[in-house]
T-cell receptor, first 115, second 117 residues
């Protein structure tokens, strides 16, 4: 079965330190990979995606993610965390032949950046 | 960027009331919209796929008579929670995207927090 795992429910990091939010996936084929962020009582906001090409993709708000095919991972990173980055982060996959079809979301990781 | 508008943002009502939630794509046409339910501190659970001009496709375990979906135009889908009860209290989120472009991100509404007393 297709699945997306985010092994950490919670990640705490001090402001100014680098952060990593982990994502691994178990799917067949070559999915498209996405990261979304959710602030309290809000919908999801798109951060970045990997479709093809360079394994390191850059997105909004200084975030980046590295695709690793051999490890089937797509970890989200930021060199220097801000308190305002505190939110819920979701990794998601989608399949090239699923036109109009939904995403498969990971369970989410709550990021807390401490001042 | 594309914007999806969802209304209302919050609803508090008595048990037995039917509640309608609207999801609009403001600057693009969405032949497909998705409805999710999110429980506290949990991920999104897909409830149904809303297709313009045809019946919605419901996920297993979701009661289609309980959660009525209408997608009458390319910019509007509605979810009606019929005869709502306290167990229906949740955060409901819609999303939309361009059909045929699976490498494009979905765009999400800001969600509707439904509280049934």
């Amino acid at each position: 079965a297709q699945s997306v795992a985010q092994p950490e429910d919670q990640v705490n990091v001090a402001e100014g330190n680098p952060l990593t939010v982990k994502c691994t996936y178990s799917v067949s084929g070559n999915p498209y990979l996405f990261w979304y962020v959710q602030y309290p009582n809000r919908g999801l906001q798109f951060l970045l995606k990997y479709i093809t090409g360079d394994n390191l993709v850059k997105g909004s708000y200084g975030f980046e993610a590295e695709f690793n095919k051999s490890q089937t991972s797509f970890h989200l990173k930021k060199p220097s965390a801000l308190v305002s980055d505190s939110a819920l982060y979701f990794c998601a996959v989608r399949f090239p032949d699923n036109y109009g079809q939904n995403f498969v979301f990971g369970p989410g990781t709550r990021l807390s950046v401490l001042p | 960027g594309a914007v999806v508008s969802q209304h209302p943002s919050r609803v508090i009502c008595k048990s037995g009331t039917s509640v309608k939630i609207e999801c609009r794509s403001l600057d693009f046409q969405a032949t497909t919209m998705f409805w999710y339910r999110q429980f506290p501190k949990q991920s999104l659970m897909l409830m149904a796929t809303s297709n313009e001009g045809s019946k919605a496709t419901y996920e297993q375990g979701v009661e289609k008579d309980k959660f009525l979906i209408n997608h009458a135009s390319l910019t509007l889908s509605t979810l009606t929670v019929t005869s709502a009860h306290p167990e229906d209290s949740s955060f409901y989120i819609c999303s939309a995207g361009w059909t045929g472009d699976s490498n494009q991100p979905q765009h999400f509404g800001d969600g509707t927090r439904l509280s049934i007393l």
